[in-house]
């Protein structure tokens, strides 16, 4: 009785451990592997995405291969190479520029590897070489700075003077935050853009452009619409070496509503930021749940956004996440 206690508890034990076993190793089959290309490190809005979607990562369980491109297409078209030959379960990457992306992403369909795109979107004819694209509405955040400028001017019969500061050349928000604008200015004869330049989205960058704008414009200016916050920040830095209150002397439109800018807001050195939100890590692990699942996910995902005037700043800013 004794010797058969002994081996039905010793069966028993087995039968757990292989059990345990067979539980772990099918758990470890079903754990997602994700490959994620990043634009680089170029803004305090960048910075919050990178730690969001590493964060949303660990919380959903999945293995997050992470690349940084540091603003350069050629080395996310290498690191989707990559991520097709270690064949993870889905790409996703937010795309330096809209343009080029035709060849590498049809190799990742060939390879039956779905691709999020998250942030930016890409122009390809041909858009089921994506599953669908996750983030803000460029184009409408651009009409909404255009509406705040409307509103601001109405009364004054111009000419309201307008220098651009762009984010980087081919990129889906530069190109979308000017369309946007146009689009609502266009009508008005009063708003000229006198002066457009890229800084590349970086603090340097706005800096040395709007350096280059104060000399050339000095007074003329009544406008600075630029395309970042951190860009926004190296200008007024240049505008105030050159003598040129912001806020004051020039109306400062600028975007993404990260901590700095709510700062400059607060300091009467920002007059409006346009929301973008860089907290898109969780809609986008869900999105790659889902599409492992084989579920159907949406084309478009938009972020929901709004816009602070400089005179809620204070009020908000302690309650901002990034
Ligand atoms: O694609 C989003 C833009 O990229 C943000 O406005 C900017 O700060 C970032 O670098």
Redesign the pocket.
């Known amino acids: 009785m004794r010797l058969i206690g002994k081996l039905a508890i010793g069966t028993l034990i087995g039968t757990t451990l292989t059990l345990a076993a067979g539980v772990d190793a099918s758990a470890q089959e079903k754990q997602i592997t994700l490959g994620f290309s990043q634009?680089g490190a170029?803004?305090?809005?960048?910075t919050a995405d990178t730690v969001s979607v590493k964060t949303a990562a660990k919380d959903a369980g999945i293995n997050l291969k992470f690349s940084d491109a540091q603003q350069k297409q050629e080395n996310q078209i290498k690191a989707i190479r990559s991520f097709i030959a270690q064949k993870v379960n889905v790409i996703a990457f937010?795309p330096v520029v809209e343009s080029g992306w035709e060849p590498v992403l049809a190799e990742a369909k060939a390879a039956h590897i779905p691709v999020i795109l998250t942030?930016?979107a890409v122009d390809v004819k041909d858009t089921s070489l994506y599953v669908t694209v996750i983030?803000?509405d460029?184009v409408e955040e651009g009409r909404r700075a255009g509406r705040w400028l409307e509103e601001r001017y109405k009364n004054d019969a111009g000419p309201v003077n307008i220098v651009e500061l762009q984010?980087?050349v081919g990129?889906?928000?530069a190109n979308d935050r000017h369309a946007g604008l146009i689009e609502v200015i266009k009508s008005d004869p009063k708003f000229k853009i006198i002066a457009s330049q890229s800084g590349d989205?970086t603090l340097a960058g706005g800096k040395q452009v709007m350096e280059a704008f104060a000399k050339t414009y000095g007074k003329q200016i009544n406008v600075v619409y630029s395309?970042?916050?951190?860009m926004t920040l190296g200008a007024i830095q240049a505008m105030e070496e050159a003598g040129i209150k912001p806020g004051k002397d020039v109306s400062v439109v600028s975007?993404?509503a990260t901590k700095g800018g709510f700062q400059a807001m607060v300091a009467g050195k920002i007059n409006v930021d346009v929301e973008?939100s860089?907290l898109l890590g969780p809609q986008l692990m869900a999105a790659v749940k889902d599409v492992v699942a084989g579920k159907q996910v949406p084309k478009r995902i938009v972020t929901n956004e709004t816009v602070f005037p400089m005179n809620v700043a204070a009020q908000i800013l302690p309650t901002r996440k990034y």
């Open positions: 634009v170029e803004s305090a809005w960048r937010s942030d930016r983030g803000s460029f984010g980087t990129s889906a928000p989205f395309h970042n916050d951190d975007f993404d973008c860089p």
